[in-house]
């Protein structure tokens, strides 16, 4: 059975740091692309920041850049979101989903799109107070 567990959102200040983490199992780490994803109340799903297991390659949301960092430890099957520099507006339930790793080509277009995600976590909240 697939799984993707997210942990570690909360409730933090403006300019605090949290670490989101994404366990997966029942599939091949190393074959797939990890994103996270968020969704606050009334916006559509966005990509946040994903990693290609198969490579290592990585890619941000411009909204993020320089804030937060995404990585993975491969023999533990967890992805993690480092999320510094919190603004209200980061306020969203935090999902992380898996996707069959492609060429960096294929993923620098792909990666923020939701529809081709296979798999989906059930979402951490994080909120960012002023």
């Known amino acids: 059975e697939v799984q993707l567990v997210e942990s570690g959102g909360g409730l933090v200040q403006a300019g605090g740091s949290l670490r989101l983490s994404c366990a997966a199992s029942g599939f091949t780490f190393d074959d797939y692309a990890i994103t996270w994803f968020r969704q606050a109340p009334g916006k559509e799903r966005e990509g946040v920041s994903c990693?290609?297991?198969?490579?290592?390659?990585?890619y941000y949301a411009d909204s993020v850049k320089g804030r937060f960092t995404i990585s993975s430890d491969n023999a533990k099957n967890t992805v993690y979101l480092q999320v510094n520099s919190l603004k209200p507006e980061d306020t969203a339930v935090y999902y992380c989903?898996?996707?069959?790793?492609?060429?960096?080509?294929?993923?620098?277009?792909?990666?923020?799109?939701?529809?081709?995600?296979?798999?989906w976590g059930q979402g951490t909240q994080v909120t960012v107070s002023s």
């Open positions: 990693i290609n297991s198969s490579d290592g390659s990585t």
């Open positions: 989903a898996a996707t069959r790793a492609r060429s960096r080509l294929l993923m620098s277009i792909l990666w923020a799109k939701p529809q081709r995600y296979d798999y």
